[in-house]
């Protein structure tokens, strides 16, 4: 931001301009020119000093983010101060606050807006603390551009000009940002739901804060909750800017440079934590409206053009997850792990002892606090399809897809090979199918360089190794959780119907059912499926959702719902003895 003051550029008597560029492009982004008339007059027993604003622009592309409420309290800024100075001189204290209260400055301005949007910017100003004059007499123009437009004469009246009037020191670089919720709604703060504007200021000592355009700071209250204040001088608006590394898999300082060549996307999807000068995280409250500090991490991702910074429900161990998957998961690794997998010779377990197993393991593997087992998650999702009165076989299905998490606690070598590839393919996770094209927003795409498939040409087209219409059944999907499960209730002759195996298998296709890529790749049966593939799916979100807020099942209430109700359903599919894994 630069401060001009006359110059050749003038057009009025004490103009000054208010410029604000950005540091990698030339000329300005927004501006404020404004004048000063010489002659004071006296209204009242109080001299009146007179100013104008002549232009306040802010170019198209960097709106929305009130740098013209910014431009404007930085011109009001500037005003105070002139006349802070030129009213104190060398006299006492005492002298100097007398004379300031019997002085003030009045800024005149035009609000000229487009009809078909009355009254937008007489709102703006107003909100800037400005009014419409008394008496004023309201123009309408036309500039030759098809539009009309209407002028209406406004003003603002200045009188504190003490030290503590003016706002903070004058802002040289910052960077506008606007916090968002995960699903793109504005986050403000509770004791000021409509303050959403930030800028990003560096201080001398190396730290942040966020200053709103209208004159406040980010401050933590005592109860957590973030709020404005003018006066937030201490450490409790002081914040630090951590870069979550997908390269090494830590927390590094916002300078941190790293030597690994990453993908340009990839980087800019990269998760941040702000963590205050206390110690706790800045994230969102309960109800993802306003912001908060607690003592459990918040992730946050940096918009790549918007200055945003959306608090996500993504978390370094997701994104890990994803990015080993994109690396592994190759034609050649799968089918590596049919020939070791669909053997079924690794134990044998009934489908109860599994459950029991796997209340060893979270519910959310990704999740950064405490949760639920994957038991209790399992049986959450099987009862909530049964309070919804789905077929007793979509219940079975709901409680036992994430089973194949299982083999990690039977199974030495696929506990070893997890460890060692630093990635757990049993995990139920997004699915996609390899020997084609992956679509160019898969989850988590950014990572896709890291795969060998994508150099071979025969999986370069959206076809792939495949024919037209082939159907999904006979496609090669990512070797995980619940494509294992699939495979292994078909091996031991479960009876469960043709639908109940679809769905196990395309559930994780979000490519597919959700996203409505591989067209060319289905047939009738998979258009068939397709309505039990999103019902299972959302019911699975659901469940998830509500997962932090349920307590973990005991082994007896579990023990009670298989007793009286999932083990007749798995009796009569046949699921009821022990299986081959």
């Given at each position: 931001?630069?401060?001009?003051?006359?110059?050749?550029?003038?057009?009025?008597?004490?103009?000054?301009?208010?410029?604000?560029?950005?540091?990698?492009?030339?000329?300005?982004?927004?501006?404020i020119?404004?004048?000063v008339?010489?002659d004071?007059q006296?209204?009242?027993?109080?001299?009146?000093?007179?100013?104008?604003?002549?232009?306040?622009?802010?170019?198209?592309?960097y709106?929305?983010?009130?740098?013209?409420g910014?431009?404007?309290?930085?011109?009001?800024?500037?005003?105070?101060?002139?006349?802070?100075?030129?009213?104190?001189?060398?006299?006492?204290?005492?002298?100097?606050?007398?004379?300031?209260r019997?002085?003030a400055?009045?800024?005149?301005l035009?609000a000229?807006?487009?009809?078909?949007?009355?009254?937008?910017?007489?709102?703006?100003?107003?909100?800037l603390?400005?009014?419409?004059?008394?008496?004023?007499?309201?123009?309408?123009?036309n500039?030759?551009?098809?539009?009309?437009?209407?002028?209406?004469p406004?003003?603002?009246?200045?009188?504190?000009?003490?030290h503590?009037?003016?706002?903070?020191?004058?802002?040289?670089n910052f960077?506008?940002?606007?916090?968002f919720?995960?699903?793109?709604?504005?986050?403000?703060?509770?004791?000021?739901?409509?303050?959403?504007?930030w800028?990003?200021?560096?201080?001398?000592?190396?730290?942040?804060?966020?200053?709103?355009?209208?004159?406040?700071?980010?401050?933590?209250?005592?109860?957590?909750y973030?709020?404005?204040?003018?006066?937030?001088?201490?450490?409790?608006?002081?914040?630090?800017?951590?870069?979550?590394?997908?390269?090494?898999?830590?927390?590094?300082?916002?300078?941190?440079?790293?030597?690994?060549?990453?993908?340009?996307?990839?980087?800019?999807?990269?998760?941040?934590?702000?963590?205050?000068?206390?110690?706790?995280?800045?994230g969102?409250?309960?109800?993802?409206?306003?912001?908060?500090?607690?003592?459990e991490?918040?992730?946050?991702?940096?918009?790549?053009?918007?200055?945003?910074?959306?608090?996500?429900?993504?978390s370094?161990?997701?994104?890990?997850?994803?990015?080993?998957?994109?690396?592994?998961?190759?034609?050649?690794?799968?089918?590596h792990?049919?020939?070791r997998?669909?053997?079924?010779?690794?134990?044998?377990?009934?489908?109860k002892?599994?459950?029991?197993?796997?209340?060893?393991?979270?519910?959310?593997?990704?999740?950064?606090g405490?949760?639920?087992?994957l038991?209790?998650l399992?049986?959450?999702?099987?009862?909530?399809?049964?309070?919804?009165?789905?077929?007793?076989?979509?219940?079975?299905i709901?409680?036992?897809?994430?089973?194949g998490?299982?083999?990690k606690l039977?199974?030495?070598?696929?506990?070893?090979?997890?460890?060692q590839?630093r990635?757990?393919?049993?995990?139920?996770?997004?699915?996609r199918?390899?020997?084609?094209?992956?679509?160019?927003?898969?989850?988590?795409?950014?990572?896709?360089?890291?795969?060998?498939?994508?150099?071979?040409?025969?999986?370069?087209?959206e076809?792939?190794?495949?024919?037209?219409?082939?159907?999904?059944?006979?496609?090669?999907?990512?070797?995980?959780?619940?494509?294992?499960?699939?495979?292994?209730?078909?091996?031991?002759?479960?009876?469960?119907?043709?639908e109940?195996?679809?769905?196990?298998r395309?559930?994780?296709l979000?490519d597919?059912?959700?996203?409505?890529?591989?067209?060319?790749?289905?047939?009738?049966?998979?258009?068939?499926?397709?309505?039990?593939?999103?019902?299972?799916?959302?019911?699975?979100r659901?469940?998830?959702?509500?997962?932090?807020?349920?307590?973990?099942?005991?082994?007896?209430?579990?023990?009670?719902?298989?007793?009286?109700?999932?083990?007749?359903?798995a009796?009569?599919?046949?699921?009821d003895?022990?299986?081959?894994?």
């Open positions: 931001m630069e401060h001009r003051r006359g110059g050749s550029l003038a057009q009025h008597f004490g103009e000054e301009r208010i410029l604000l560029f950005r540091s990698d492009q030339r000329g300005a982004i927004a501006k020119i404004f004048s008339d010489a004071e006296k209204e009242s027993g109080q001299k009146m000093a007179q100013a104008k604003i002549h232009v306040l622009s802010v170019k198209d592309f709106r929305g983010y009130d740098l013209g910014l431009m404007f309290s930085e011109a009001m800024d500037s005003l105070r101060q002139r006349y802070q100075e030129h009213e104190a001189g060398d006299q006492s204290e005492s002298t100097a606050k007398a004379r300031r019997s002085f400055v009045r800024c005149e035009d000229e807006e487009d009809i078909r949007r009355h009254n937008k910017l007489v709102l703006f100003y107003e909100h603390g400005c009014q419409i004059k008394p008496q004023a007499k309201i123009s309408f123009i500039n030759n551009d098809g539009e009309m437009y209407r002028k209406v406004m003003q603002i009246e200045l009188h504190d000009f003490s503590s009037s003016v706002r903070f020191q004058p802002l040289v960077l506008p940002v606007i916090f919720s995960a699903n793109r709604e504005r986050i403000g703060l509770r004791n000021n739901p409509t303050c959403q504007n800028l990003v200021v560096e201080t001398s000592e190396g730290v942040l804060e966020f200053r709103s355009t209208t004159g406040v700071k980010l401050a933590i209250g005592a109860d957590g973030c709020t404005g204040k003018a006066e937030a001088n201490n450490d409790h608006s002081k914040f630090r800017l951590h870069r979550v590394s997908d390269v090494q898999a830590r927390v590094l300082d916002r300078k941190s440079r790293e030597e690994a060549v990453v993908s340009k996307e990839a980087r800019q999807k990269e998760l941040w934590m702000i963590q205050s000068s206390n110690g706790l995280w800045l969102l409250d309960s109800t993802d409206r306003f912001l908060v500090c607690t003592k991490p918040a992730f946050w991702q940096a918009g790549d053009d918007d200055f945003s910074l959306t608090c996500t429900t993504d370094p161990a997701r994104r890990q997850h994803y990015r080993h998957q994109w690396s592994n998961q190759t034609v050649e690794y799968v089918h792990k049919r020939t997998y669909l053997k079924f010779s690794i134990c044998r377990m009934s489908l002892n599994a459950l029991d197993l796997v209340r060893a393991i979270p519910g959310d593997i990704f999740c950064t405490s949760c639920p087992s038991r209790s399992l049986y959450f999702t099987s009862e909530l399809a049964r309070s919804r009165g789905l077929p007793d076989w979509f219940q079975l709901a409680l036992i897809h994430g089973l998490s299982a083999l039977v199974d030495k070598e696929t506990a070893s090979d997890a460890d590839e990635y757990d393919w049993t995990i139920c996770t997004d699915s199918i390899l020997g084609c094209k992956a679509p160019e927003n898969a989850t988590m795409s950014e990572f896709r360089c890291l795969n060998a498939d994508e150099e071979n040409e025969k999986y370069s087209s076809t792939g190794v495949y024919e037209t219409h082939c159907g999904l059944e006979n496609v090669l999907l990512l070797w995980i959780g619940s494509e294992y499960i699939q495979w292994m209730l078909k091996h031991n002759a479960v009876e469960l119907p043709d109940a195996f679809a769905v196990l395309r559930f994780a979000n597919w059912h959700t996203k409505q890529y591989h067209k060319s790749l289905t047939n009738e049966y998979d258009y068939d499926a397709l309505p039990f593939v999103q019902d299972f799916n959302d019911l699975r659901e469940a998830n959702s509500m997962l932090r807020s349920c307590n973990e099942l005991t082994d007896q209430e579990c023990d009670n719902l298989w007793d009286s109700h999932y083990a007749r359903i009796k009569k599919y046949g699921a003895g022990s299986l081959s894994w």
